[in-house]
């Protein structure tokens, strides 16, 4: 069975760094672009960046370009989300997601929920001091 399991949430003081993890089970995430997104309570979903299948061209909004970093290692089967300078307006529900119709499409990724279709339970960050 294919599924995502995304870890490394947790509580962060402000100011705060922390690495998330995606790791896919059950098939290789060498052939697919990857995306992050996070979804605060009473807000709407938002996408905080994706990676491509060759890792080299990671895209993000405007509003995560500069302390939001998601970078893939293939040998673990796992995209990785680093955050840095963590603020209040961080904490949210952190899920990833593939987009497996797409198998080996080299291009460059998007960051648009409607483009992946395997998502995984995400992972809770807080931050608080």
């Known amino acids: 069975q294919m599924r995502l399991v995304a870890s490394g949430g947790g509580s962060v003081q402000p100011g705060g760094s922390l690495r998330l993890s995606c790791t896919a089970y059950?098939?290789?995430?060498?052939?697919?672009?990857v995306g992050w997104f996070r979804q605060a309570p009473g807000k709407e979903q938002e996408g905080v960046g994706c990676?491509?299948?060759?890792?080299?061209?990671?895209q993000y909004p405007a509003s995560a370009r500069n302390r939001f970093t998601i970078s893939r290692d293939n040998a673990r089967n796992t995209v990785y989300l680093e955050v840095s300078g963590l603020e209040r307006g961080d904490a949210a529900l952190y899920s990833c997601?593939?987009?497996?119709?797409?198998?080996?499409?080299?291009?460059?990724?998007?960051?648009?929920?409607?483009?992946?279709?395997?998502w995984g339970q995400g992972t809770q960050v807080t931050v608080s001091a």
């Open positions: 997601a593939a987009d497996t119709s797409s198998p080996n499409l080299r291009r460059q990724c998007v960051v648009r929920s409607q483009e992946y279709d395997l």
């Open positions: 059950g098939f290789s995430l060498d052939y697919y672009a």
């Open positions: 990676i491509n299948i060759e890792g080299d061209r990671p």
